[in-house]
């Protein structure tokens, strides 16, 4: 079945360096891709998403890039902030048998920025 | 704009007491609604969906069950809570152009 890895975390950065958070898929057909942020307390929210091949989402300075070839889509971000630190979910769309849609998702990638 | 709901925020039970988690959505119609868990520094569970009024559909088996008696709620029930069923819950519905997801704030459930 489908399925999405990502690297475990926490992931411990100082403010203002460069993220990378590594996500891989396994599906057939072209899902869409998504990365979502939880906040400490907080449900998840929609970071970006790209629905085809070599899209590449960005959002508050976020960015990743679907890439067919390699099943990837790594989230990146070139200067992060404290306020970054969070713990981030890759995502990608799938059927139920009934035909109706839901998410698979990673298992999470905790981030901690220092100041 | 939609908006999710959901409530309590946060809950406190005993083992072995009932639980009736409730999660409604405005600013839509007949929206897909789920049901996620997330246990302590874990992924997401899919608990629960539902498609429509009266239709709920179980991804795993478990000790809890789930209704949706109107088009924007969604209940999440249990008759006897188990320590095992602690975690944090999340409502989620679906836009379907653009295909998107979006949670609630989620209910923090402590069973004791």
């Known amino acids: 079945g489908n399925s999405v890895t990502q690297m475990e975390g926490p992931v411990t950065l100082s403010e203002e360096a460069f993220l990378t958070i590594n996500c891989t898929y396994t599906?057939?057909?072209?899902?869409?891709l998504f990365w979502y942020v939880q906040y400490p307390g907080e449900g998840l929210q929609l970071l970006l998403k790209?629905?085809?091949?070599?899209d590449k989402g960005s959002n508050k300075g976020f960015e990743a890039t679907y890439r067919k070839e390699t099943t990837s889509f790594h989230l990146e971000k070139g200067s992060v902030q404290v306020s970054d630190s969070a713990v981030y979910f890759c995502?990608?769309?799938?059927?139920?048998?009934?035909?109706?849609?839901?998410?698979?998702f990673g298992a999470g990638t905790r981030l901690a920025v220092h100041p | 704009s939609q908006t999710i709901h959901q409530w309590p925020a946060t809950l406190v039970q005993p083992v072995g007491s009932p639980l009736s988690l409730e999660c409604t959505v405005e600013?839509?119609?007949?929206?897909?609604l789920y049901w996620y868990r997330q246990a302590a520094g874990r992924g997401l569970q899919l608990l629960f969906y539902?498609?429509?009024?009266?239709?709920i559909s179980s991804e795993v088996p478990q000790n809890l069950s789930a209704s949706r008696p109107q088009d924007r709620q969604f209940i999440l029930s249990s008759k006897k809570l188990l320590l095992s069923d602690s975690g944090f819950y999340l409502c989620?519905?679906?836009?379907?152009?653009?295909?998107?997801?979006?949670f609630g704030p989620g209910t923090r459930l402590t069973v004791t």
């Open positions: 989620a519905w679906i836009r379907q152009r653009p295909y998107e997801q979006y």
């Open positions: 599906a057939t057909g072209y899902p869409s």
């Open positions: 790209a629905t085809k091949a070599d």
């Open positions: 995502a990608l769309s799938d059927m139920f048998s009934g035909g109706y849609n839901k998410l698979i």
């Open positions: 600013g839509t119609s007949n929206p897909n």
């Open positions: 539902s498609v429509g009024i009266g239709q």
